[in-house]
């Protein structure tokens, strides 16, 4: 069972919004990623980090940001949320070795800026 | 560059019908290979993987099995239920690029009563 939880669920805002998703996980992996997921179903990594203070740009280039300072911990800002920034977010983690390579996923927050 | 490429749904079924979703792999390398499920409004779980060719991969009824002469990890299961409507995807892993995964595009499953 996998303990990755991310809040909000569902977030509708305005645009020009700051807003930050939160992502925690209770696994004591170093390893986090963010994907977003269109309307197509396709996932996107944005965001990964290896450890603490580590924070790398993913395959999609975004306009957020994220940082690690916890290791439980991999929070994702936008700083002015526009209409193309709708979609769904979702968080990962994984153990540090590449031999245990499996993600386990949040459940997901689904954005809609107006 | 590495890319999974799998087949485009919606796949709609009968209850009892027998499922495939065909996936196939570019990489350079030996990737893992895996199948993540997505149940309405949830994340993405992983169903079953395979680390090397031969390799199969069983869970819920699901397999799939890693072939490396056809670069494919097709799924299959003989007998769905309607619990089993959801988005399946195919993703792989290299060791030269951590614990990255590239997805392919998705596959919706619907199976009717």
């Not at chain 1, 925690?24 to 290896?50: A, C, F, R, V």
């Not at chain 1, 580590?54 to 994220?66: A, F, I, M, Q, R």
């Not at chain 1, 920034?85 to 994984?94: D, R």
């Not at chain 2, 030996?30 to 390799?55: H, I, R």
Request: aromatic share 10%; charged share 20%.
């Amino acid at each position: 069972e996998a303990d990755i939880y991310q809040t909000p669920r569902y977030l509708v805002i305005g645009t020009g919004k700051k807003i930050t998703l939160e992502c925690s996980q209770t696994m004591g992996h170093d390893k986090m990623y963010w994907y977003q997921q269109d309307p197509g179903m396709e996932l996107h990594l944005i965001h990964y980090s290896y450890g603490v203070n580590s924070t790398e740009k993913g395959d999609l280039s975004s306009e957020s940001t994220v940082s690690r300072i916890r290791t439980e911990h991999f929070p994702l800002t936008l700083e002015s949320a526009r209409p193309s920034h709708t979609s769904q977010y979702l968080c990962a983690s994984s153990e540090r070795e590449v031999a245990k390579n499996i993600q386990y996923f949040g459940a997901g927050t689904r954005l809609s800026v107006l | 560059g590495n890319s999974v490429t799998q087949m485009e749904g919606p796949v709609t079924l009968s209850e009892e019908a027998f499922l495939t979703i065909n996936c196939t792999y570019t990489a350079t390398g030996y990737p893992s290979l895996f199948w993540y499920v997505q149940y309405p409004g949830e994340g993405l779980q992983l169903l079953l993987k395979a680390t090397k060719a031969d390799d199969k991969g069983s869970n819920k009824g699901f397999e799939a099995t890693y072939r490396k002469e056809t670069t494919s990890f097709h799924l299959e299961k003989g007998s769905v239920q309607v619990s089993d409507s959801a988005v399946y995807f195919c993703a792989l892993t290299l060791k030269a690029a951590g614990n990255k995964l590239t997805f392919g595009g998705g596959t919706r499953v619907l199976v009717k009563p």
